[in-house]
């Protein structure tokens, strides 16, 4: 390509590089900052059409007006649909939260501000990884890919893990724990994969293990295994289990291309930080490194049998034998037991166990999805996650998999693919142990329906001497438990629920679930905005209950709201566990009090 130069531009090689649109950018910049770039004959590309390449960048300090050169790594990101690339504000986060060991012995600094281009478009200047030589460095895939380096690679595999599990995330400094439900954990791992037009989900409609729409897993066995599908619904018992998840910060891409070695196993670095995330789950980057390098291995797998016992191991860790053939034991042995002196220690190796069974579904499940796999291995990763959930399903959930009544309805896997699954929606959860007790034994059904009565009648006792109460009642569908963290199982849309006025119902309020945790009030005649003040108080996922003071007449400040007349008006609400036939009930009583 013959172009005119500048006194400040970018060499030919460069510029073929970039697209016809972005040359002329990256040209503007360099005149404006004085910058030459010139190509230093070292290229590579990734997954995900990004181009690296070294460039000797000459450049002048404005500070004292000295010029120098150095080569650099530069990454240009071309644009994605229109799409903005977060990577560079991400690396500059992770680089800016890193301890000051980790970050400077196995990260890679931006040497300076990225240069936005068109269209979303990047270009990105990083250092040489180590400060030396490019010619010394290289990647970990080409060491397992090397049968030579097997050795090396495993040892490789135990600094990185260590790296990331103690130094990146020091005991001392990561986030506070979550316990949530295992199908809420590996739908968060799977993330968009799981959208209608996800990687993922589209594969597996395919196959036959998703359909309809909201999409919904199906009975579809995969060999001698359940659905691993089946451990994300609503419908499954396994999948409502809690597990205990400790987060921190998160490569979130790290497989062994993305790791650069030095002259030793110590000396590597971590590169392309584009998933990077200070508060995902610690198990998902060494699960994810190991299944991507059994990825790049399984195609030299022929034998079934050596494919068994490779899904043996990785399902068994640790395991002080296997018949898998090398370098699988050396390299899982490496990481498992990495893993658990790190994690599995203070009382907690059963909840690492249960953490990482699960990660190695979700990241079994996202190796479905991945076209650059043969499809072969494909269903070899669907057979994995099947395995490694019905594991999970064995030894965590006491071999519970389905809810007495999952064939009623089929209800959409994780919260709704399609939809974020952290949005929180008013909720009515299915209780389906309740119901068939309830339909089962008739004298279940006469108990508790003259309990009801008297508990009915003790209330009337109660409050019909007390100050005038406005009974607002709330109508739920047969046989569901009210909760206030996910949406309405069947449905994909908020939930918006209507209270009636005992007296009369022409004139009903809505709340509707808004917001993040919040619930608020529409007002109509009534004008009780105290309902409002009281239930945004509260976050969602909690159950709830207020007291009044009859002697004071009212409630704390904090739980009142002024209602259209200038009274002061408080509340107690009160939520009943119990499903029956008909609908299920909840009474708010509204109470007034005075200034």
Known sequence: ??????????????????????????????QQC??????????????????????????????????????????????????????????????????????????????????????????????????????????????????????????????V??????????KSGVPRPRHITAGEYISELLGDRLTPNGTVSSWAVTHGLLSGSPLVPTETKVGNWPNPFLLISSGNASAHVKVLVRSG?????????????????????????????????LAFDPMYLLVTMVAQLLSTVIDESDREAVAELLIAQPKSSSSAPEPFPALVDALVKTGIKL?????????????????????????TGRNLISDSDRKWFLSLAARAADTYTTE?????????????????????????????????QPN????????????????????????????WLLYSSGPTVNHKTLTMPTGYDLDLKRGLVGHSAPMDVTLYDRKTTAEPFTLS???????????????????QTALASEQAGQQFSFSPDPEKGRLPAALCGETADGTIASMRIGFKQLSLPGELTVTMDIWPGGR
């Not at 893990?161 to 020091?170: D, F, I, K, M």
């Not at 006469?446 to 009565?453: C, D, K, R």
């Not at 679930?513 to 309902?531: I, R």
């Open 249 to 281: 910060n998160c490569h979130g891409d790290l497989h062994p291309g993305n790791i650069l070695v030095g002259s030793t196993p110590e000396d590597f670095w971590l590169i392309d930080l584009a998933r990077h995330d200070p508060k995902r789950s």
């Open 513 to 531: 679930a808004v917001g993040d945790t919040k619930l608020a009030e529409t007002d109509t005649a009534d004008s009780l905005s105290a309902c």
């Open 34 to 159: 004085r910058v030459d770039l010139f190509y230093a004959t070292w290229q590579d590309r990734g997954y995900t059409g990004a181009v690296l390449f070294a460039a000797y960048v000459h450049a002048t300090n404005f500070e004292n007006e000295n010029e120098y050169t150095t080569k650099q790594i530069l990454k240009y990101i071309p644009s994605s649909g229109g799409r903005e690339t977060t990577e560079p504000n991400r690396q500059i986060v992770a680089w800016k939260d890193a301890p000051k060991k980790f970050r400077r012995s196995h990260l890679v600094r931006q040497c300076r501000e990225p240069v936005q281009l068109s269209n979303g478009a990047w270009l990105m200047f990083q250092d040489v990884a180590g400060g030396g030589s490019l010619q010394a460095l290289r990647t970990l895939a080409t060491m397992v890919r090397d049968r030579k380096l097997w050795a090396d690679a495993a040892r490789v595999v135990t600094h």
């Open 161 to 170: 893990t260590a790296a990331v599990l103690g130094e990146w995330n020091p």
């Open 343 to 367: 994690c599995g220690t203070d009382g907690l190796a059963d909840e690492w166990r249960a953490e990482t069974l699960l990660t190695l579904v979700a990241c079994a499940l996202i190796m």
């Open 396 to 428: 965590f959930s006491g071999g519970a998999r389905s809810s007495p009544i999952h064939h009623d309805a089929p209800r959409p896997v994780g919260p709704s693919i399609g939809e974020q699954h952290e949005t929180p929606t008013l909720t009515a």
């Open 1 to 30: 390509m013959d172009r005119q130069r500048e006194d400040h531009s970018i060499d030919d090689e460069i510029a073929e590089l970039l697209h016809p649109e972005d040359v002329a950018l990256v040209t503007s910049w360099a």
């Open 432 to 459: 389906g142990s309740h119901l068939h007790v309830w339909i089962k034994y008739p004298i279940v059904r006469i108990f508790v329906s003259l309990l009801v009565a008297v508990v009915l009648f003790i209330t």
